[in-house]
């Protein structure tokens, strides 16, 4: 193993086991799924290789928003007939009145979906 290589290793974050709970969590990972065990190494490589991206050398470059400038090519807007809002939430599984409801993302306390069916 090089010097150089040795002195990145030594500078890496050590990924806890409650640092990766918690981007289990966030990222509403199942922690049981097959493969989970890995993760940890493959943590540890992301921030490996962002920290070889912390010393490359960007003096004098221009930061970009977009690497491609895309053109909006905008087509005409042409009423038409729409959903009354009963059509519309014919097929909605979960509503309440006339609006659609989704489960809650984050923060959802226990296995339920955040929703109260009543």
Aim: aromatic share 4%.
């Amino acid at each position: 193993m090089s010097d150089e290589h040795q002195k990145r290793q030594a500078h890496i974050q050590e990924i806890t086991g409650e640092t990766l709970n918690k981007v289990i969590d966030l990222a509403r990972l199942d922690p049981l799924a097959p493969g989970m065990a890995l993760q940890k190494d493959h943590l540890k490589k992301i921030l490996e290789h962002f920290r070889v991206l912390r010393h490359v050398n960007i003096d004098g470059m221009e930061p970009t928003i977009v690497v491609n400038h895309p053109i909006l090519h905008l087509r005409a807007d042409e009423i038409d007939d729409t959903f009354t809002p009963d059509e519309a939430l014919s097929n909605a599984r979960l509503k309440f009145e006339q609006y659609f409801l989704s489960p809650k993302v984050l923060g959802a306390e226990g296995p339920d979906d955040g929703i109260d069916n009543k």
